[in-house]
């Protein structure tokens, strides 16, 4: 008897029997599925046409395929075993559909479950779960980048505890512990950040339908059953490929978006830094090295110590710096993209001088805030948006009375009339927590603390704590003139002091060469990524620690 399949509605593909010998009994071949893709398959609709076979009671079975030939079965997993006692020969166990998990190669691991030629295992991914390797902070990490090599003798891992052998833990984004960094990762000679399209660090679940063998000359199935087996693949096939994955498949999981702040301490462009640029048109015999990690940022904050001024009428104080504004450019093209000003040198050369500053500052492209022609304009944040995300920036005054007399609560900072910059008062404080209140991610540079002091002093300690209480999530300090600790409060990251960057001159003071390059990033606006690179001051140079 000669037979075509009846094409149904409700698939997605068309199977066509060639014709071969009748047979007593049609041949019955069974697909053994998971619950929830039997659910979803019966949800669907998807065996309204079919018959129920006799073999099977209604709850555990459905007839997909049928024929004078053979009938394609699927069956619910918790039916696998609710089959006859005594089969019919013409009943055969086609494949069974189940799931499986492997870790990505760069975890060590080759995934098993993928496809194949030969017909004994058809599989498919179908979701993707990244894993991103954290650490507790540490002011300096003792492994920065998470090395993963393909060939596993850097990864290890434990399936059981999902944990990898070594000193990171392994977490998805929305788990990672509070107190926590993210490390980049280390793969085949490139490193990458959550962001990248290439990250290689993830969990693959898969969906993977196991054939049985063919039956043999001698099995005990009928020869229609031995005839019709590889047809029977090919109906499979096109079920896992056009009704199964469909039913399954996730959305893949949408990459993180990252973006980095860095930030460097004091900057004087005196003292024959500024020459030493003019000299060579070019900011490298200054910068040196540090200009790619300077560049490689999506905002770079730099403390410019100095007015920006051709005037000569200096205040009464022990040094005071002024800088030529055809320096600044070089400043921008080594990534500089905001200029702290509220420190104790902003008014080296009185109100015009500042006021020049401000002028020059702009001209050449810089942000900058907690600076302004008045009290109004001083308090104003510096706000942008960064891949999305919005961010505000605050800088202000908190520094001690010099021994010079020097003020700056009362000299330099401003009024209604007097141009100046911002200082410390619980107005700022109420500025910082309204200004949270938006949502936005508020970064505050404070220049205070005590000169030539290796830790914060109880009352900077009190100020900057409550800033972060306030809203901030990150707090640069300067002043001190020497590193002072980085350290994490509450969901803030405090660095206490980041010392001096370009400042010749320094060497016979302890610690004040000693410099640093800090860059954070935000993972989908969360503080996770932190990165700390030692530097040097060499003269008029800025050099990194090899």
């Given at each position: 008897m000669r037979g075509v399949f009846r094409v149904f509605a409700a698939l997605f593909f068309i199977f066509c029997f060639f014709s071969c010998s009748r047979v007593?009994?049609?041949?019955?071949?069974?697909?053994?599925?998971?619950?929830?893709?039997?659910?979803?398959?019966?949800?669907?609709?998807?065996?309204?046409?079919?018959?129920?076979?006799?073999?099977?009671?209604?709850?555990?079975?459905?007839?997909?395929?049928?024929?004078?030939?053979?009938?394609?079965?699927?069956?619910?997993?918790?039916?696998?075993?609710?089959?006859?006692?005594?089969?019919p020969d013409n009943v055969f166990a086609l494949a069974k559909v189940g799931y499986g998990k492997e870790m990505s190669a760069a975890f060590g691991g080759e995934p098993s479950f993928v496809a194949v030629d030969e017909r004994n295992t058809?599989?498919?991914?179908?979701?993707?779960?990244?894993?991103?390797?954290?650490?507790?902070?540490?002011?300096?990490?003792?492994?920065?980048?998470?090395?993963?090599?393909?060939?596993?003798?850097?990864?290890?891992?434990?399936?059981?505890?999902?944990?990898?052998?070594?000193?990171?833990?392994?977490?998805?984004?929305?788990?990672?512990?509070a107190g926590y960094v993210m490390l980049p990762v280390r793969a085949n000679g490139s490193v990458f950040h959550a962001d990248d399209p290439d990250y290689p660090l993830y969990e693959s679940k898969f969906l993977k339908c196991d054939f049985s063998a063919a039956p043999s000359e001698q099995s005990t199935q009928t020869e229609a059953v031995r005839a019709s087996y590889d047809n029977a693949c090919v109906v499979c096939t096109a079920l896992f490929n056009e009704e199964l994955l469909p039913l399954v498949k996730q959305k893949p999981e949408p990459r993180p978006d990252v973006f980095f702040v860095a930030a460097v301490g004091d900057i004087i462009l005196s003292r024959g830094v500024q020459d030493a640029m003019f000299y060579a048109n070019s900011?490298?015999?200054?910068?040196?090295?540090?200009?790619?990690?300077?560049?490689?940022?999506?905002?770079?904050?730099?403390?410019?110590?100095?007015?920006?001024?051709?005037?000569?009428?200096?205040?009464?104080?022990?040094?005071?710096?002024?800088?030529?504004?055809?320096?600044?450019?070089?400043?921008?093209?080594?990534?500089?993209?905001?200029?702290?000003?509220?420190?104790?040198?902003?008014?080296?050369?009185?109100?015009?001088?500042?006021k020049d500053t401000l002028s020059a500052v702009a001209a050449a492209g810089f942000a900058t805030?907690?600076?302004?022609?008045?009290?109004?304009?001083?308090?104003?944040?510096?706000?942008?948006?960064?891949?999305?995300?919005?961010?505000?920036?605050?800088?202000?005054?908190?520094?001690?009375?010099?021994?010079?007399?020097?003020?700056?609560?009362?000299m330099a900072a401003a009024t209604e009339e007097r141009a100046g910059i911002l200082w410390e008062s619980d107005d700022v404080i109420d500025m910082i927590r309204e200004e949270k209140k938006t949502g936005a991610l508020i970064i505050v540079n404070i220049h205070g603390g005590s000169e030539y002091v290796r830790k914060p002093t109880a009352s900077q300690r009190k100020l900057y704590e409550k800033v972060c209480d306030a809203g901030a999530d990150v707090v640069f300090g300067s002043h001190p003139h020497v590193l002072q600790p980085i350290e994490w409060y509450g969901d803030s990251l405090i660095f206490w002091s980041l010392g001096n960057f370009v400042f010749p001159g320094m060497e016979e003071m302890p610690g004040a060469t000693d410099t640093m390059i800090v860059r954070i990033g935000f993972v989908d606006g969360r503080l996770l990524y932190y990165e700390k690179f030692p530097a040097y001051i060499d003269n008029t140079a800025v050099r990194l620690k090899q």
């Open positions: 007593p009994t049609p041949t019955t071949y069974e697909i053994i599925v998971p619950t929830d893709i039997y659910a979803g398959l019966s949800s669907k609709g998807f065996f309204k046409c079919g018959r129920i076979t006799e073999l099977y009671s209604e709850k555990t079975a459905r007839e997909v395929f049928s024929s004078d030939k053979y009938n394609v079965i699927v069956v619910d997993e918790a039916a696998e075993a609710v089959s006859p006692k005594k089969k058809l599989s498919a991914e179908i979701a993707r779960t990244y894993l991103y390797p954290c650490v507790p902070f540490a002011e300096d990490i003792a492994e920065p980048v998470y090395c993963a090599d393909t060939d596993g003798s850097n990864a290890e891992w434990d399936d059981a505890s999902t944990v990898a052998t070594g000193t990171p833990d392994f977490y998805q984004l929305a788990d990672i512990p900011p490298e015999p200054v910068f040196t090295d540090t200009i790619p990690i300077l560049k490689n940022n999506d905002f770079t904050i730099g403390n410019l110590e100095g007015a920006v001024t051709a005037r000569t009428e200096n205040a009464q104080k022990t040094y005071t710096f002024k800088f030529n504004k055809k320096a600044l450019p070089y400043l921008k093209q080594v990534g500089f993209d905001y200029l702290m000003l509220t420190n104790n040198h902003c008014y080296d050369y009185g109100e015009p001088g500042f805030s907690g600076a302004g022609l008045n009290k109004d304009e001083a308090a104003q944040f510096y706000r942008t948006e960064i891949n999305g995300h919005a961010v505000s920036v605050l800088s202000f005054g908190a520094y001690p009375v010099e021994q010079s007399g020097f003020n700056g609560k009362t």
